[in-house]
Protein backbone atom coordinates (compact mmCIF):
# COMPACT_ATOMS: atom_id res chain seq x y z
CA UNK A 1 0.00 0.00 0.00
CA UNK A 2 2.67 2.40 0.74
CA UNK A 3 4.72 1.46 -1.89
CA UNK A 4 1.64 2.24 -4.08
CA UNK A 5 1.43 5.51 -2.60
CA UNK A 6 5.15 6.36 -3.01
CA UNK A 7 4.67 5.88 -6.71
CA UNK A 8 1.60 8.11 -7.25
CA UNK A 9 3.54 10.48 -5.02
CA UNK A 10 6.86 10.40 -7.55
CA UNK A 11 4.45 10.54 -10.84
CA UNK A 12 2.94 13.95 -9.46
CA UNK A 13 6.15 15.03 -8.38
CA UNK A 14 7.44 14.21 -11.69
CA UNK A 15 4.83 16.42 -13.19
CA UNK A 16 4.75 19.19 -11.08
CA UNK A 17 8.31 20.98 -11.59
CA UNK A 18 9.73 23.62 -9.49
CA UNK A 19 8.82 25.70 -12.47
CA UNK A 20 5.37 24.63 -12.61
CA UNK A 21 4.93 25.10 -8.84
CA UNK A 22 6.26 28.75 -9.02
CA UNK A 23 3.94 29.45 -11.93
CA UNK A 24 0.77 28.24 -10.21
CA UNK A 25 1.72 29.71 -6.96
CA UNK A 26 1.56 33.25 -9.34
CA UNK A 27 -1.84 32.23 -10.43
CA UNK A 28 -3.52 31.90 -6.75
CA UNK A 29 -1.71 35.09 -5.56
CA UNK A 30 -3.71 36.43 -8.45
CA UNK A 31 -7.20 34.76 -7.02
CA UNK A 32 -6.14 35.77 -3.69
CA UNK A 33 -5.80 39.87 -4.77
CA UNK A 34 -8.70 39.08 -7.04
CA UNK A 35 -10.69 38.09 -3.40
CA UNK A 36 -9.00 40.99 -1.16
CA UNK A 37 -10.28 43.88 -3.40
CA UNK A 38 -13.78 41.72 -3.71
CA UNK A 39 -13.97 42.10 0.30
CA UNK A 40 -12.56 45.43 0.56
CA UNK A 41 -15.48 46.33 -2.17
CA UNK A 42 -18.07 44.41 -0.67
CA UNK A 43 -17.54 43.57 2.66
CA UNK A 44 -19.12 39.77 2.76
CA UNK A 45 -21.95 39.30 5.23
CA UNK A 46 -23.88 35.93 5.98
CA UNK A 47 -26.30 36.24 2.78
CA UNK A 48 -24.81 38.43 0.58
CA UNK A 49 -24.72 37.72 -3.44
CA UNK A 50 -20.89 38.15 -3.47
CA UNK A 51 -20.63 34.64 -1.28
CA UNK A 52 -22.39 32.72 -4.22
CA UNK A 53 -20.42 34.17 -6.77
CA UNK A 54 -17.03 33.46 -5.67
CA UNK A 55 -18.38 29.74 -4.43
CA UNK A 56 -19.27 29.30 -8.36
CA UNK A 57 -16.21 30.69 -9.49
CA UNK A 58 -14.31 28.16 -7.44
CA UNK A 59 -16.64 24.84 -8.38
CA UNK A 60 -15.90 26.01 -12.07
CA UNK A 61 -12.37 26.27 -10.87
CA UNK A 62 -12.80 23.21 -9.50
CA UNK A 63 -14.15 21.35 -12.47
CA UNK A 64 -11.46 21.89 -14.38
CA UNK A 65 -8.94 21.33 -12.16
CA UNK A 66 -10.71 18.06 -11.36
CA UNK A 67 -10.81 16.73 -15.18
CA UNK A 68 -7.09 18.15 -15.59
CA UNK A 69 -5.92 15.78 -12.65
CA UNK A 70 -8.35 13.54 -14.41
CA UNK A 71 -7.16 13.56 -17.59
CA UNK A 72 -3.33 13.97 -17.46
CA UNK A 73 -2.88 11.56 -15.03
CA UNK A 74 -4.99 8.88 -17.11
CA UNK A 75 -7.32 8.35 -14.06
CA UNK A 76 -10.62 7.47 -15.81
CA UNK A 77 -10.26 3.52 -15.50
CA UNK A 78 -8.99 4.06 -11.66
CA UNK A 79 -10.63 3.50 -8.71
CA UNK A 80 -12.23 6.10 -6.83
CA UNK A 81 -9.45 5.47 -4.03
CA UNK A 82 -6.93 6.11 -6.17
CA UNK A 83 -8.22 9.00 -8.01
CA UNK A 84 -7.90 10.56 -4.05
CA UNK A 85 -4.25 9.67 -3.96
CA UNK A 86 -3.41 11.45 -6.91
CA UNK A 87 -5.57 14.20 -5.55
CA UNK A 88 -4.22 14.09 -2.34
CA UNK A 89 -0.55 14.12 -4.09
CA UNK A 90 -1.23 17.15 -6.42
CA UNK A 91 -2.71 19.37 -3.51
CA UNK A 92 0.99 18.01 -0.99
CA UNK A 93 3.06 18.62 -4.34
CA UNK A 94 1.67 22.56 -5.11
CA UNK A 95 2.36 23.15 -1.01
CA UNK A 96 -0.99 25.46 -1.24
CA UNK A 97 -1.50 24.14 2.30
CA UNK A 98 -1.63 21.37 4.32
CA UNK A 99 -4.50 19.77 4.17
CA UNK A 100 -5.95 16.76 6.38
CA UNK A 101 -8.40 14.48 5.31
CA UNK A 102 -10.83 12.87 8.29
CA UNK A 103 -14.08 10.97 7.99
CA UNK A 104 -16.83 12.09 10.65
CA UNK A 105 -20.35 10.66 11.14
CA UNK A 106 -22.49 11.81 8.27
CA UNK A 107 -19.85 14.09 6.35
CA UNK A 108 -16.10 14.24 5.26
CA UNK A 109 -13.61 17.01 6.41
CA UNK A 110 -11.23 18.49 4.69
CA UNK A 111 -8.69 20.78 6.98
CA UNK A 112 -6.04 23.33 5.39
CA UNK A 113 -3.75 23.21 8.46
CA UNK A 114 -2.56 27.10 8.98
CA UNK A 115 -5.40 27.92 6.56
CA UNK A 116 -6.29 28.93 3.36
CA UNK A 117 -3.88 31.33 1.44
CA UNK A 118 -7.12 33.83 1.33
CA UNK A 119 -7.50 32.98 4.96
CA UNK A 120 -4.33 34.05 5.70
CA UNK A 121 -4.45 37.41 3.98
CA UNK A 122 -7.30 38.22 6.04
CA UNK A 123 -6.01 36.97 9.59
CA UNK A 124 -8.28 38.47 11.90
CA UNK A 125 -10.13 40.82 9.89
CA UNK A 126 -13.29 39.25 9.14
CA UNK A 127 -16.19 37.68 12.25
CA UNK A 128 -16.81 35.25 9.39
CA UNK A 129 -15.94 32.37 7.29
CA UNK A 130 -14.55 33.60 3.87
CA UNK A 131 -13.31 31.12 2.03
CA UNK A 132 -16.08 30.39 -0.13
CA UNK A 133 -13.97 30.24 -3.16
CA UNK A 134 -12.01 27.16 -1.87
CA UNK A 135 -15.34 25.50 -0.80
CA UNK A 136 -16.34 25.89 -4.76
CA UNK A 137 -13.35 24.40 -5.40
CA UNK A 138 -13.65 21.12 -3.08
CA UNK A 139 -17.30 20.95 -4.95
CA UNK A 140 -15.87 21.11 -8.14
CA UNK A 141 -13.05 19.00 -8.01
CA UNK A 142 -15.02 16.49 -6.21
CA UNK A 143 -17.69 16.48 -8.95
CA UNK A 144 -15.09 16.10 -12.03
CA UNK A 145 -12.94 13.64 -9.96
CA UNK A 146 -15.73 10.98 -8.04
CA UNK A 147 -19.12 12.00 -10.26
CA UNK A 148 -20.62 13.51 -7.04
CA UNK A 149 -22.46 16.06 -6.30
CA UNK A 150 -21.47 17.74 -2.91
CA UNK A 151 -21.96 20.30 -0.76
CA UNK A 152 -19.48 21.94 0.69
CA UNK A 153 -19.51 24.60 4.08
CA UNK A 154 -16.21 26.12 5.59
CA UNK A 155 -16.79 25.31 9.81
CA UNK A 156 -13.56 26.64 10.88
CA UNK A 157 -11.47 30.12 9.16
CA UNK A 158 -8.01 31.15 10.43
CA UNK A 159 -9.42 34.49 9.65
CA UNK A 160 -12.33 34.91 11.94
CA UNK A 161 -9.66 33.63 14.46
CA UNK A 162 -10.08 29.31 14.32
CA UNK A 163 -6.24 27.57 14.16
CA UNK A 164 -6.78 26.63 10.62
CA UNK A 165 -9.76 25.97 7.90
CA UNK A 166 -12.28 22.82 8.02
CA UNK A 167 -14.25 22.39 5.42
CA UNK A 168 -17.69 19.67 5.87
CA UNK A 169 -18.59 17.77 2.62
CA UNK A 170 -21.85 16.14 2.52
CA UNK A 171 -23.64 14.42 -0.39
CA UNK A 172 -25.83 17.05 -1.90
CA UNK A 173 -29.52 15.42 -1.70
CA UNK A 174 -30.67 17.86 -3.92
CA UNK A 175 -28.94 16.11 -6.94
Known amino acids: MEEKINNISRKVDSVL????????????????????EMYRLFPYE???????VLYDAGYNSGIKLG??????FELESKSLK???????????????ATIKFSKRE????????????????FLGVTE????YHTAGIIAG???ALFDRDVVVVESRCLARGDNDCEFRVWPDELE
Do not use: M
Open 17 to 36: TDDWIEGFELGWSWVVDFET
Open 46 to 52: KESDILR
Open 67 to 72: KGILNY
Open 82 to 96: ERARYFDAFLSRIQI
Open 106 to 121: KHRALTFVGGTPFARA
Open 128 to 131: YAIC
Open 141 to 143: CTK
